[in-house]
T-cell receptor, first 114, second 113 residues
Framework: EAGVTQFPSHSVIEKGQTVTLRCDPI?????LYWYRRVMGKEIKFLLH????????ESGMPNNRFLAERTGGTYSTLKVQPAELEDSGVYFC????????????FGSGTRLTVV | ELKVEQNPLFLSMQEGKNYTIYCNYS?????LYWYRQDPGKSLESLFV?????AVKQEGRLMASLDTKARLSTLHITAAVHDLSATYFC?????????????FGKGTTLSVSS
C-alpha cells in the first residue's frame, strides 16, 4: 500500500506570507495527525482528525494555524501569516481507527521562514 | 508537565561496539514506541512495547521496558554503519483520551569504522 504522502517536501517563505502543507494519509486510515519538530527539540503533537472531525487540537500553537480535512481524505495545514518561529519539520501520520498501536508517518515538510 | 527524555542526544560509535540509548518518561503510559528516522525520510516504527518487562529484538537492536521505573532502553549490539540515523522514543500517556504521542528529542547516532 502507498504510504503517507506529504508535500511539499521543502518550503522557504518570507515572514508574513502564507503556506499550505498537504498530507495524504494511507487509504482507509481515518485517524490523521499533525506533528511538528522545531530544530533540536521534541516532535510535538499539533492535532488529530478522525475522518473530517477535529478530535483534538490542543497542540495547535495559535490561531495562525488552520487545519482542515474536507471529506475525510487528505488534510491541509495552513500557516497565515508565517512567523520565524514556525520554522521546523511538519510531520503527518495516519492510522486506522481501533488500531491504536500502529501509526504510519510521512517524510515531513521542512518549512523555513526567513 | 509531560516529559520524555532521551540520552544521549548524540552518540558517535565505532563499528562493532555496543551501546544503549535511554528513554525516561514522566507519566504513566500504556505503550512506548521506538522510531528510526533517516535524513529526509519518514519515521520508521521499530518497536512497540506494551507491558512491564517487555523485550523486543530486531537484528542488532533490542528494546526493553520497565514501567515501574518509567524507563525504556534501546540496546545496539555490534554497531554497523547502516544503523546511523536518529532514534526517537515516544509514549502514549495513559490518562489521555486521545491517541497523541509524546516524543523525546531524539538520539542522533553516527557509526564509523
Amino acid at each position: 500500500e502507498a504510504g503517507v504522502t506529504q508535500f511539499p517536501s521543502h518550503s522557504v517563505i518570507e515572514k508574513g506570507q502564507t503556506v499550505t502543507l498537504r498530507c495524504d494519509p494511507i487509504s482507509g486510515h481515518d485517524n490523521l495527525y499533525w506533528y511538528r519538530r522545531v530544530m533540536g527539540k521534541e516532535i510535538k503533537f499539533l492535532l488529530h482528525f478522525v475522518k473530517e472531525s477535529k478530535q483534538d487540537e490542543s497542540g495547535m500553537p495559535n490561531n495562525r494555524f488552520l487545519a482542515e480535512r474536507t471529506g475525510g481524505t487528505y488534510s491541509t495545514l495552513k500557516v497565515q501569516p508565517a512567523e520565524l518561529e514556525d520554522s521546523g519539520v511538519y510531520f503527518c501520520a495516519s492510522s486506522r481507527v481501533g488500531e491504536g498501536y500502529g501509526y504510519t508517518f510521512g517524510s515531513g515538510t521542512r518549512l523555513t521562514v526567513v | 508537565e509531560l516529559k520524555v527524555e532521551q540520552n544521549p542526544l548524540f552518540l558517535s560509535m565505532q563499528e562493532g561496539k555496543n551501546y544503549t540509548i535511554y528513554c525516561n518518561y514522566s507519566t504513566t503510559s500504556d505503550r512506548l514506541y521506538w522510531y528510526r528516522q533517516d535524513p529526509g525520510k519518514s519515521l520508521e516504527s521499530l518497536f512497540v512495547l506494551l507491558s512491564n518487562g517487555a523485550v523486543k529484538q530486531e537484528g542488532r537492536l533490542m528494546a526493553s521496558l520497565d514501567t515501574k521505573a518509567r524507563l525504556s532502553t534501546l540496546h545496539i549490539t555490534a554497531a554497523v554503519h547502516d544503523l546511523s540515523a536518529t532514534y526517537f522514543c515516544a509514549v502514549h500517556p495513559i490518562y489521555q483520551a486521545g491517541t497523541a504521542l509524546i516524543f523525546g528529542k531524539g538520539t542522533t547516532l553516527s557509526v564509523s569504522s
